[in-house]
C-alpha cells in the first residue's frame, strides 16, 4: 500500500493543467510508489472518467468550514481555499501529504522526495517566496518623508480579515509564505493549528488568499515548526522567470549555480496580449538561456 500521496484540485475550465501536472509526476520512475489523488472543485464527468485511469482517488471538495454563499457567488473552485486545510479527511490512508497547485508541475523529482522529507517529525515543509534576485518583497506608500503605508501582501489581507493590529504587524514584512506547494504528515498538529487560524481570516475577509494567510499566521505567530525549503521547489514564474538549459533540456533558475527548477509554478499567471499563459498553452514568452542566448518557449509542462 502507498504510503504517501500528491493531491490537487481543479475545476472544469483547469483541467488542462491539473491533467500536465499529472503527466509531470507520472513519468518518473519513482512515481509508482506515491499515490495521487484529486479533489474535485466541477470537473466534468468525462474529465473524471479520463483522470480515473492516471490517479488513486477523486473526491468531491467540500466547504469543511461554512461560508455564506455571498462570498462565494458560484465559485466553486474556491473550496480549494479550505479543502486543502482538510486533506487527511478526503484521503485518510496515506501518512504523508504533498498538496501541489494545479498551475504547477513537477520538473525535477528532488524537489517531491524534499518535501516528503521535510514535513519528518510533524514538521511543515513549505516554500518562502524570496530567494536571489527578488528587488522588492513587500509594498509601502510613501506619504510624508518617513511616513509610510504598508501595503505587504500578508498585512493587507490581515487587516482585511480584520486580525489585531499586533499580528498583523508581525507578518506585514515577513517572508511570504505561498500556499500552493507544501507537505505535513497525517498526525502533525499543524492541520489544527491552521484550521483554527482559517476560521479566523474565512470570518471577515475574503475566501480566496484566506488560507494563505492563515498559514503565514501558523508559521510566523504560533510559530510552528518549519522546514523551510529552497525557492526551486516552488518557483513562482510571475515573481522570477528561470532560465533554460540548452544542453541539459530544462529549466534552471536564473542565478548560479543555475539549479534545475524543481516545481514550476504559474501562480498569478503568465500574460502576453492580455492573455494568460494558463488558460491559452499556445502562448509563449522569450527566455534566456545560461548558454547566452534568447528563445521562445512555454513554461507549461510540455511532454
Given at each position: ?10 475545476d472544469t ?7 500536465e501536472?499529472?503527466?509531470?509526476i507520472?513519468?518518473?520512475e519513482n512515481?509508482?510508489e506515491?499515490?495521487?489523488?484529486i479533489l ?5 464527468d ?9 490517479v488513486?482517488e ?16 458560484g ?8 479543502s486543502?486545510?482538510?486533506l ?6 496515506y501518512?504523508?501529504?504533498l498538496?501541489?497547485d494545479?498551475d504547477a508541475?513537477?520538473n525535477?523529482w528532488?524537489a517531491?522526495?524534499?518535501?516528503f ?8 515543509g513549505i ?5 536571489p534576485?527578488?528587488?522588492i ?8 518623508g518617513k ?6 501582501q ?5 487587516v ?5 493590529y499586533?499580528?498583523?504587524r508581525?507578518?506585514?514584512?515577513a517572508p511570504h509564505i505561498?500556499i500552493?506547494?507544501f507537505s505535513?504528515e497525517?498526525e502533525?498538529s ?6 483554527g487560524?482559517l ?5 471577515s475577509?475574503?475566501?480566496?488568499g484566506?488560507e494563505?494567510l492563515?498559514?503565514?499566521?501558523s508559521?510566523?505567530i504560533?510559530?510552528?515548526i ?23 533540456n530544462t529549466f ?5 549555480p543555475n539549479s534545475?527548477i524543481?516545481?514550476m509554478?504559474?501562480?498569478?499567471g503568465?500574460w502576453?496580449?492580455n492573455k494568460d499563459?494558463?488558460?491559452n498553452?499556445?502562448?509563449?514568452i522569450d527566455?534566456?538561456?545560461i548558454q547566452g542566448k534568447s528563445?521562445?518557449k ?6
Amino acid at each position: 500500500m502507498k504510503k504517501n500521496v500528491i493531491v490537487s484540485l481543479a475545476d472544469t475550465n483547469y483541467y488542462p493543467l491539473l491533467d500536465e501536472l499529472i503527466n509531470s509526476i507520472k513519468r518518473f520512475e519513482n512515481s509508482h510508489e506515491i499515490a495521487i489523488c484529486i479533489l474535485d472543485a466541477g470537473l466534468t464527468d468525462e474529465q473524471k472518467k479520463n483522470l480515473l485511469s492516471k490517479v488513486d482517488e477523486i473526491k468531491q471538495a467540500e466547504w469543511d468550514i461554512q461560508v455564506p454563499d455571498s462570498k462565494i457567488k458560484g465559485r466553486e473552485w474556491l473550496k480549494s481555499q479550505v479543502s486543502r486545510a482538510f486533506l487527511p479527511k478526503y484521503f485518510p490512508n496515506y501518512n504523508k501529504y504533498l498538496w501541489i497547485d494545479c498551475d504547477a508541475w513537477v520538473n525535477d523529482w528532488k524537489a517531491v522526495e524534499l518535501y516528503f522529507k521535510a514535513c519528518d517529525d510533524s514538521k511543515l515543509g513549505i516554500t518562502q517566496t524570496i530567494g536571489p534576485g527578488y528587488k522588492i518583497t513587500s509594498k509601502v506608500n510613501w506619504i510624508f518623508g518617513k511616513l509610510a503605508l504598508v501595503k505587504s501582501q500578508n498585512f493587507k489581507h490581515a487587516v482585511k480579515s480584520k486580525i489585531s493590529y499586533d499580528k498583523a504587524r508581525k507578518l506585514a514584512f515577513a517572508p511570504h509564505i505561498n500556499i500552493g506547494v507544501f507537505s505535513l504528515e497525517k498526525e502533525s498538529s499543524i492541520w489544527k493549528v491552521w484550521q483554527g487560524n482559517l476560521i479566523q481570516t474565512l470570518k471577515s475577509g475574503e475566501i480566496f488568499g484566506s488560507e494563505q494567510l492563515a498559514m503565514n499566521m501558523s508559521v510566523y505567530i504560533d510559530n510552528v515548526i518549519t522546514e523551510f525549503l529552497p525557492l526551486n521547489c516552488n518557483w513562482i514564474t510571475s515573481n522570477l522567470l528561470p532560465k533554460f538549459d540548452e544542453e541539459n533540456n530544462t529549466f534552471v533558475e536564473p542565478y548560479l549555480p543555475n539549479s534545475r527548477i524543481g516545481i514550476m509554478h504559474l501562480a498569478a499567471g503568465i500574460w502576453k496580449d492580455n492573455k494568460d499563459m494558463r488558460l491559452n498553452k499556445e502562448i509563449e514568452i522569450d527566455i534566456q538561456t545560461i548558454q547566452g542566448k534568447s528563445v521562445n518557449k512555454s513554461l507549461r509542462f510540455n511532454n
